[in-house]
Structures are given as C-alpha cells and as structure tokens.
C-alpha cells in the first residue's frame, strides 16, 4: 500500500498513511 509514487509529500509520508484513509493525504500536508 504505497501510494508514495503520486505523494508529494514523502517527508510525512508516515502521516499520509493515515490520512489517507480519510482522504486527506495531500490535506494534511
């Protein structure tokens, strides 16, 4: 479940894990 390919925030990349079951992956950061 790595979605860091589309993420552009790999700094919080462990956050993004999270939030990405809200939705908000790219919102949070």
Known sequence: MKKEKY?????C???????DRSGVEIDYC
């Open 7 to 11: 993420m552009l925030c790999p700094v």
């Open 13 to 19: 990349n462990v956050d993004l894990v999270m939030s």
